[in-house]
């Protein structure tokens, strides 16, 4: 059946040319050629569906919006109509469209988002209705149902609810995002916040975009590592372990088994990532090679961007230093182990593939020197350069990427959207063969 409109629409679609032209960008997009059709249920959290649509327009993808009665309340179709430059759907026999609207949207769609989904709208689907448009393409749809509930806490804690999502995901299809927690439409704050628009397109990419990192193991290091001087004192860096996080984090969106090797850190752990503490350098060189192999046959890639010591006190002490008036004291270190220069020597083959991080505090030319020899001195394949001021504890980050072919300088950037560079870098050797 063809994709054309079908000439129902609630706004009329005269913008249609110049809506569904899509950009540059959107030709490059990860979700580009992807067909999608949105699902809008009556929550106040219907206004994030609108900006979730443009989201995934920009990442190329094609749209058809589905509004149920209750979801015009909160957003009209206008919107969604003039953002798509399509019909928006409401009705399941509507007689300027044919009886086969929900067969046709769903077996043309790569991927339904019901965003938000009210507790009416999965109890539905848990029960396996059709009685309306929404809850018939969720039935006869073949491919991944992405349901984003979003709803008053006490309504998601509700037995009945909890019932329900359990009978849901047992579906195949049927994948859920969120709800977070947070402040809803009350004031109240518990768990029924619809998750974000970022959150949603993050997990609909690593559901649609292309499958090289599918069943690849991904092996992170991130934060500090603590060098311990005695029980109460130790040595150790600012690292916050944000930027390994944001790595493991899209990694495993993307379909990677993704193991996380961490110094101490406050972070939450990503969702489906295996993360293991250790404190020392030592104890992160240990716990790398155990995870690697000795013949580093179990990982595809590794991405060192813990900020690993480089010495430790030749001695830790069994109890607390005392002061002893001295005016001085003077601590031994010894050198740790370049955990990353050791795993490049061990390398014989192109696996892992291998990404450092160069930290310094020198000028952006001088720290992109540095980094150049780091990554031939450590034999790895990507080496991102970045400085202290830049990075350290803050949510961006600012890096070029330097790898055998050149650099590449990345402004400005969200530790999540480096991340997500980083690993399309990583995708790309996977893609090529070449790893
Ligand atoms: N690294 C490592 N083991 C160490 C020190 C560093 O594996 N003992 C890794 C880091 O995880 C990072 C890369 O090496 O990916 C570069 O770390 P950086 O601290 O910038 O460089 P160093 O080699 O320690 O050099 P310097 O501190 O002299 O700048």
Redesign the pocket.
């Known amino acids: 059946m063809s994709d054309a409109p079908r000439g129902h629409g609630s706004a009329a679609p005269r913008r249609e040319k110049l809506a569904i032209l899509p950009s540059a960008r959107e030709r490059r997009g990860r979700l580009s050629g992807r067909s999608i059709t949105l699902c809008v249920t009556g929550s106040i959290a219907a206004y994030k569906s609108v900006l979730a649509l443009r989201l995934l327009q920009r990442e190329g993808a094609r749209l058809e919006v589905v509004l149920s009665p209750s979801a015009e309340r909160f957003v009209g179709a206008a919107t969604f109509s003039g953002l798509t430059g399509r019909p928006v759907y409401h009705e399941m026999f509507d007689p300027d469209v044919g009886g086969e609207l929900h067969i046709d949207l769903a077996a043309r769609s790569d991927l339904v988002l019901i965003a938000p989904a009210t507790a009416d709208l999965i109890a539905r689907m848990a029960e396996g209705r059709a009685d309306d448009l929404v809850a018939a393409i969720a039935l006869c749809a073949k491919c991944p149902v992405l349901v984003v509930p979003a709803m008053h806490p006490s309504m998601w804690e509700h037995p009945a609810t909890r019932r329900n999502i359990e009978r849901l995901v047992r579906d195949a299809r049927v994948r859920l995002i969120g709800p977070v927690v947070g402040a809803v439409a009350s004031g109240e704050v518990g768990e029924g916040r619809m998750a974000e628009p970022e959150q949603i397109v993050t997990r609909i990419v690593s559901e649609l975009a292309s499958g090289a990192l599918k069943g690849r193991h991904i092996v992170v290091?991130a934060g500090p590592t603590a060098e311990d001087i005695d029980p109460v004192r130790f040595l150790s860096n600012r690292s916050s372990g944000k930027m390994g996080f944001a790595l493991a984090e899209r990694a495993a969106l993307r379909g990677a088994r993704v193991t996380l090797i961490t110094g101490p850190v406050s972070l939450t752990t990503p969702y489906e990532v295996h993360r293991i503490d250790v404190r020392s350098?030592t104890a992160m060189r240990s716990a790398l090679w155990q995870t690697l192999h000795p013949t580093l046959s179990n990982a595809d890639a590794l991405i060192?961007?813990?900020?690993?010591?480089?010495y430790r006190p030749v001695e830790t002490h069994a109890s607390k230093l005392k002061r002893n008036n001295s005016q001085t004291l003077t601590l031994e270190l010894k050198a740790?182990?370049?955990?990353?220069?050791e795993v490049g020597r061990a390398r014989a083959g192109r696996r892992p593939v291998l990404v450092?991080?160069?930290?310094?505090t020198d000028s952006d030319e001088q720290t992109v020197a540095?980094a150049r020899v780091?990554r031939e001195e450590?034999r790895v394949d990507l080496m991102v350069a970045n400085r202290a001021d830049d990075v350290l504890g803050r949510d961006d980050n600012r890096a070029t990427l330097i790898s055998s072919i050149g650099a590449e300088v990345l402004g400005e950037l969200p530790k999540l959207e480096l991340s997500d560079r980083i690993i399309d870098w990583i995708a790309r050797r996977f893609e090529e063969g070449s790893a």
């Open positions: 290091t350098a060192m961007a813990a900020a690993v010591a480089d740790n182990v370049d955990i990353l220069a450092g991080f160069a930290l310094e540095s780091k450590k």
